[in-house]
């Protein structure tokens, strides 16, 4: 049986992974039909707002949907004419993990793809071959054929893949266009096969056929929790070895340079920092955490589990510090932190560094400053009304102002934390904001971004992670 020719495709979630994907996709392939449907209508709005103010920030994003959006790129709520249409499913809704049951917080809650999973069984006329987008613990796709086979009408046949994404936010769209490879995982059975090479050849229209990586179900599956484990463990290393630096007075920028120089390590993910955040990383590895357990392997689980709670432990040590630096207490004090997002380049802000430094700072009674060139007000008051839930907004609000600019968020402060590493941070009249700025003022740079010296000869109190103040 040769495999089929995919000529139009849906994907069920437009968000951070669905929304660019398969933009791109559609952008690359202009002979296929993209068509991406969620329930959400506002979302759905935002991505066909005529003046292109998209639901989700990433650079080069607009561009890629204002070349496709009406040509072959469509995006709509009617999920259910996307699906009867589809030659190839892409899954790609929420796993987040979950908060309550087994497993609570640890496993991933898989009810969002099993919604769908169920929709498209009920509504399939034809062969589709459905594609787990999403990042999901090994053997979901089992659970997924199970489903569909179950509910299948007659002379339809469901092929289910795994084709976990690799992007990072803050430069998804580079990725897709350029990525370090695209891993498809299928059942090693003649028809798993040729499902696995109808997928290759919608990447092939840009991705070298070598990049294109076509493996076991399971496999793909396991990849991308491995992936993302690793890559939190090495920030995890790396924090870890920032308090050893802090202190011994080493610095850690110049240990991460000499262990980087070693070509069997690289430099990646080797920056020091307050801590990392995001939509995968703690999810993934709880995730693994979840499975190991699961599996009676508690050394392994353990293991992961490690590096989880090391990056809380960074969080909350910058924390203490800011309030042992500013004399042992900040009750009163105003703090101006610059940033909200987890890290550069985006508007997401799950999981991130900043909301736990907040909530720290207002139990400590601080006042609080903010400023994020990227994430709305609205945004930044569910996140600290969700990591303060006994707290009522109304009372946060006092504490707390949201500024548009980070010049008028440090007026008046007392100390500055640097929680997100924009580019514009580094460059901001450091001079200026010192003048406005209550004496002595500080600065606590969580990010190794601005010029510890040059910061000195201005005439603040610099403390940056993973620096000791002996020489």
């Known amino acids: 049986m040769a ?16 929304g660019p994907t398969c ?37 080069g994003l607009v561009e890629v949907v204002k070349e496709a959006r009406g040509r072959n790129l469509f995006f709509s709520t009617d999920v259910d004419k996307g699906i009867l249409e589809a030659d190839l499913i892409f899954v790609s809704v929420n796993t987040p993990t979950k908060k309550s049951g087994v497993g609570a917080g640890f496993a991933a809650d898989l009810n969002y793809v099993e919604l769908a999973t169920r929709r498209i069984a009920s509504l399939a006329t034809s062969n589709k071959i459905v594609v787990e987008k999403s990042t999901v613990p090994c053997r979901t796709a089992e659970s997924m054929r199970t489903i569909l086979e179950a509910n299948s009408k007659p002379n339809t046949r469901f092929d289910i893949l795994s084709n976990p994404e690799f992007l990072a936010e803050g430069t998804a769209i ?4 350029a990525p370090d490879r695209v891993l498809i995982g299928s059942l090693q059975t003649p028809e798993g096969k040729d499902a696995c090479e109808a997928l290759k050849e919608v990447y092939s229209n840009w991705v070298p056929t070598e990049r294109v990586l076509t493996v076991g179900l399971w496999s793909s599956e396991l990849s991308k929790l491995a992936a993302n484990a690793m890559l939190a463990q090495r920030i995890s290393s790396i924090n870890a070895l920032s308090a050893i ?13 000499a262990v980087g120089k070693d070509s069997r390590m690289g430099p990646k993910f080797l920056k020091a ?18 499975l190991s357990e699961s599996l009676h392997l508690p050394e392994v689980a353990a293991y ?28 009163g004090k105003r703090v101006a932190v610059l940033g909200f997002a987890f890290k550069a380049d985006t508007g997401d802000t799950r999981e991130s560094a900043a909301i736990t430094l907040i909530r720290d700072f207002l139990a400590e009674r601080a006042h609080v400053n903010i400023y994020d060139p990227q994430v709305g007000e609205a945004q930044i008051w569910l996140d600290l009304q969700e990591a303060m839930p006994t707290t009522p907004l109304e009372t946060i609000k006092k ?61 603040f109190r610099v403390t940056t992670i993973g620096r000791g103040e002996r020489l």
């Open 3 to 18: 495999p089929i020719k995919v000529t139009k495709i849906c994907c069920i979630g437009a968000g951070y992974v669905g």
């Open 399 to 459: 504490s707390v102002t949201i500024y548009k600019t980070a010049l008028e968020a440090c007026s008046n402060a007392e100390a500055v934390v640097i929680a997100t590493e924009w580019k514009e941070f580094k460059e901001i009249d450091w001079k200026h904001v010192y003048d406005k700025m209550n004496k002595p003022a500080f600065v606590f740079d969580g990010r190794l971004l601005v010029d510890h010296e040059k910061l000195t000869e201005i005439g």
């Open 245 to 257: 630096c802090e202190a011994t007075g080493a610095n850690i920028d110049e240990v991460a340079y």
């Open 23 to 59: 933009a791109v996709i559609a952008l690359k392939c202009p002979h296929i039909q993209v068509t991406i449907v969620d329930l959400n209508q506002a979302r759905v709005d935002a991505w066909n707002d005529p003046e292109f103010k998209l639901p989700i920030y990433e650079p």
């Open 174 to 177: 580079s990725d897709l266009f």
């Open 273 to 290: 920092s307050v801590g990392f955040g995001g939509s995968c990383f703690q999810k993934d590895i709880l995730n693994l955490v979840y």
């Open 304 to 331: 992961w589990k490690q590096v989880v709670e090391m990056n809380e432990y960074q969080k909350r040590r910058f924390s203490k510090r800011v309030v042992e630096r500013l004399f042992n207490t900040i009750t």
